[in-house]
């Protein structure tokens, strides 16, 4: 048995856990930093560092300590070396790195997309590769074709705002506070998607990717017009999103062609995942393709360490590790060799 210690501190979240390679996650622990950012309605990237440095190194041992064990029986030590807030990433990755040296075990540098990508596979034995992924989270909006560990080709990507991003900035504009998400799918529920008029950018283009800059604007301009409820434009934004996500999906599927049918499921993730709403627009998508549906429980949508442990492991069995002088990186897109996207650089 493969176990291995996870560790996760590239945005708010800190976040320690210990997996196995026979998916099951040992111990966990999970603070969030949503208190200490509020006031500033998102995350102030001095703030989480110090924060983080502050919980992980307690929050490893009570991990540890839950699960009876000590660094003498974990196989390696994983850690998110990025993308992220910089400061975050290197508390977690140095920590690591400390470690594997302490106890002479493996480090692995994991990205965290990856971790997001393949921590369906985590909650689900039966999700072979390759498989069609939207990931969706505060930072990143992209469709992937996921052949492998470490081998991903993008197929779209945003050109403005990430979806949760889209999220957390409604949520500022309606009052709802942060984090915005959450708040805005509760609020959405309770409110009619077509009593306000909203746009859908880049429905139907030929473009592969996504754009949600504008649809924030005009959640702004149908607040300033004073006439609609909040619940109305919650919904209304909630349900243009879904088309927009939905229509870039069927762009992505048709530009597979024969391909798609080598795909083993429709599979999402990132925070947003933990969006009902739009798990079931997406179920039904898949339904529509003959594509089975997978989405991974709640908890390990939202940023996690047991998906940065998994990650791990898959990359541990693939034969990787990666040497005590690797670098933190604020971007690291997990396919390079993407083109780049109309005004992007900005969300690789
Ligand atoms: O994956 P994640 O925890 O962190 C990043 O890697 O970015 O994603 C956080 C994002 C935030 O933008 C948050 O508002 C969004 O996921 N989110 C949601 C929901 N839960 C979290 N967005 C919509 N509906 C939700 N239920
Ligand atoms: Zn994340």
Not at 271 to 287: D, K, M, P
Not at 332 to 347: E, I, Y
Request: net charge negative; hydrophobic share 50%.
């Amino acid at each position: 048995m493969t176990i291995i210690l996870g560790i996760e501190s590239s945005c708010d979240e800190t976040a320690a856990a210990l997996v196995s390679d026979g998916r099951v996650i040992l111990a966990q622990h999970i603070a969030s930093q949503d208190e200490a950012h509020r006031p500033y309605g998102g995350v102030v990237p001095e703030i989480a560092a110090r924060a983080h440095a502050e919980r992980l190194a307690p929050m490893i041992a009570a991990t540890l300590a839950d699960a009876g064990m000590t660094l003498a029986d974990v196989d390696a030590i994983a850690a998110t070396a990025g993308p992220g807030l910089i400061g975050g990433v290197m508390v977690g990755l140095v920590t690591a790195k400390a470690l594997a040296m302490a106890a002479g075990k493996p480090l692995l540098a994991v990205n965290h997309l990856e971790g997001h990508a393949l921590s369906p596979r985590l909650a689900d034995a039966d999700l072979a590769y390759p498989y069609l992924l939207l990931l969706v989270s505060g930072g990143h909006c992209q469709i992937l074709w996921v052949e492998g560990v470490g081998r991903y080709k993008r197929l779209a990507t945003t050109i403005d705002d990430a979806l949760g991003e889209a999220f957390d900035k409604t949520a500022k504009i309606l009052g709802l506070g942060y984090p915005g998400g959450p708040a805005v799918e509760r609020l959405a529920a309770t409110g009619d998607a077509r009593a306000v008029p909203l746009p859908r950018p880049l429905l139907g283009s030929a473009e592969p990717h996504f754009s949600f800059a504008g649809l924030k604007s005009a959640v702004m301009r149908a607040r300033d017009a004073g006439i609609y409820a909040d619940a109305d434009m919650a919904a209304a934004f909630q349900q243009a999103a879904i088309d927009c996500v939905i229509d870039r999906l069927k762009r992505s599927m048709d530009g597979l062609n024969e391909s798609l049918g080598r795909a083993s499921a429709l599979v999402v993730a990132g925070g947003v995942a933990a969006n009902t709403a739009i798990r079931s627009a997406l179920e039904g998508l898949a339904a529509s393709r003959g594509l089975r549906f997978v989405a991974p429980p709640l908890a390990l949508c939202t940023d996690n360490a047991a998906m940065i442990a998994w990650a791990g492991i898959e990359r541990f069995a693939a034969g990787h590790s990666d040497s005590l002088d690797v670098a933190a990186r604020p971007r690291w897109p997990l396919d390079p060799d993407a083109a780049p996207a109309r005004g992007a650089g900005v969300k690789a």
